[in-house]
């Protein structure tokens, strides 16, 4: 089966609130994450990555974290904003494929209330 | 930049029809993805390829489905004998190397009646 998965399918969040999204990965080996954000109707958007030599990175609003030792990564959204209401993926990349193929979760859906 | 460019947008066939996907990678990206994408699910891995050359097609079904990415041209995800089961949504992706992330396409969403 898959080894990326998500804990929560839909996740409902204040306007300003912080948000945050899990996920798990099985493969101890996988040394790329990336997180993908996708509106109705189009296709997924680079938001942010992080490779296994880091436990944390910070972008516009972003931030992911990467816990190596529990195999689990997250999303925060910092100051959700009705624009950030989308689905969202975690992928990883397991070096061994050598082919840059990427494994995805099934996703969760970020609805923000207003 | 014009980005990843996937045409048609929708696509309806019937059952038995063939189907061929679109794909023109961003300017200087030779290694082109594709994936599919059924409704409320993630998206699967399908075929990999570089320039006239198929380099993994491990998540391609093993009949109807075949992918092709020429010298000259886009790269093609061709359906022979579409079914139901087939429709869905097709993303293709590009990169310029391997091992990072790519850029998405907006997706061919085929429907097959």
């Known amino acids: 089966g898959e080894s990326v998965g998500l804990h929560l399918p839909t996740l409902s969040v204040q306007e300003g609130d912080n948000s945050i999204i899990n996920c798990a990965y099985s493969?101890?080996?996988?040394?790329?994450f990336i997180w993908y954000k996708q509106e109705s109707g189009k296709g997924p958007q680079f938001i942010i990555d992080?490779?296994?030599?880091?436990d944390k990175r910070q972008g516009q609003r972003v931030t992911v974290l990467l816990n190596k030792t529990v195999k689990h990564l997250s999303l925060q959204i910092a100051a959700t904003q009705p624009g950030d209401s989308a689905v969202y993926f975690c992928?990883?990349?397991?070096?061994?494929?050598?082919?840059?193929?990427?494994?995805f979760g099934q996703g969760t859906t970020l609805q923000v209330k207003p | 930049n014009a980005g990843v460019m996937q045409n048609p947008r929708h696509l309806v066939r019937r059952r038995g029809q063939e189907a061929r996907l679109r794909c023109s990678p961003m300017?200087?990206?030779?290694?082109v993805y594709w994936y599919r994408q059924l409704p409320e699910e993630g998206l699967k891995f399908m075929v990999y390829?570089?320039?006239?050359?198929?380099?993994?097609e491990s998540g391609m079904p093993k009949e109807r489905f075949s992918a092709e990415f020429p010298k000259e041209g886009p790269s093609i995800l061709r359906i022979q004998q579409v079914v139901r089961g087939d429709s869905a949504a097709y993303f293709c992706?590009?990169?310029?190397?391997?091992?990072?992330?790519?850029?998405f396409g907006s997706g061919t969403r085929l429907t097959v009646v």
């Open positions: 992706a590009s990169s310029p190397e391997v091992g990072g992330g790519y850029t």
């Open positions: 493969n101890s080996a996988s040394d790329y």
């Open positions: 992080i490779r296994s030599n880091m």
């Open positions: 992928a990883e990349n397991r070096p061994l494929s050598n082919t840059g193929k990427l494994i």
């Open positions: 300017k200087g990206h030779s290694h």
């Open positions: 390829l570089q320039k006239e050359n198929i380099i993994d």
